[in-house]
């Protein structure tokens, strides 16, 4: 199975920063990576397929980057609505695999 | 709007049997594959199992496998999930997800809570 590590685990910033989440698979996957947001007691949201594809109606100041075993989700300027846990996934090959989550808070 | 509603979660005993339902709405459901996703509480995403379009292609996690069975109707725009066997480490909120063609999750249902105990 391919292993998803994500880090950091959580992260505590402040509205306005600029925001770095990584995601390194312990194989190549090509570009087989997407980003999920979730809210507490809800469904995650796809933010990015594709490693950076945007998903319809998700922000513009998420991105995505990377290919191969290291990815990136980067939110260029945090709102008081990204707060939240993120996931990254690979498609590359069955098992589907996600990260452990990175906690984003407020500091 | 793409809708995804699932039921069927519930309390049960170990070594019991549930079916989970996913209904589904506001696209054409037979041209997609769909799967199941759980999260046990406290803890991150697990991918469960998929279904092709046409039911050809079905995967499971080794965790499930031999104990869950998915399934679709296609005619009533349905997922299912038959779980037998059921432990306390299958307790999770169970996801249906529509996988628009690349292995990502484009659509979401809101979960249905599984509660394995005695």
């Known amino acids: 199975d391919i292993q998803m590590t994500q880090s950091p685990s959580s992260l505590s910033a402040s509205v306005g920063d600029r925001v770095t989440i990584t995601c390194r698979a312990s194989?190549?996957?090509?570009?087989?990576l997407s980003w999920y947001q979730q809210k507490p007691g809800k469904a995650p949201k796809l933010l990015i397929y594709?490693?950076?594809s945007l998903q319809s109606g998700v922000p513009s100041r998420f991105s995505g980057s990377g290919s191969g075993t290291d990815f990136t989700l980067t939110i260029s300027s945090l709102q008081p609505e990204d707060f939240a846990t993120y996931y990254c996934?690979?498609?590359?090959?069955?098992?589907?695999?996600f990260g452990q989550g990175t906690k984003v808070e407020i500091k | 709007e793409v809708q995804l509603v699932e039921s069927g979660g519930g309390l049960v005993k170990p070594g019991g049997s549930l079916r989970l339902s996913c209904a589904a709405s506001?696209?054409?459901?037979?041209?997609?594959?769909m799967n199941w996703v759980r999260q046990a509480p406290g803890k991150g995403l697990e991918w469960v199992s998929s279904?092709?379009?046409?039911?050809?292609?079905?995967y499971y996690a080794d965790s499930v496998k031999g104990r869950f069975t998915i399934s679709r109707d296609n005619a009533k725009n349905s997922l299912y999930l038959q779980m037998n066997s059921l432990r306390a480490e299958d307790t999770a909120v169970y996801y249906c997800?529509?996988?628009?063609?690349?292995?990502?999750?484009?659509?979401w249902g809101q979960g249905t809570l599984v509660t394995v105990s005695s």
């Open positions: 506001g696209f054409t459901f037979s041209s997609y594959t």
């Open positions: 997800a529509r996988d628009p063609s690349g292995g990502w999750y484009a659509d």
């Open positions: 279904i092709s379009s046409s039911s050809r292609y079905i």
């Open positions: 194989q190549s996957i090509s570009s087989y």
């Open positions: 594709a490693a950076s």
């Open positions: 996934q690979q498609s590359y090959n069955t098992p589907r695999t």
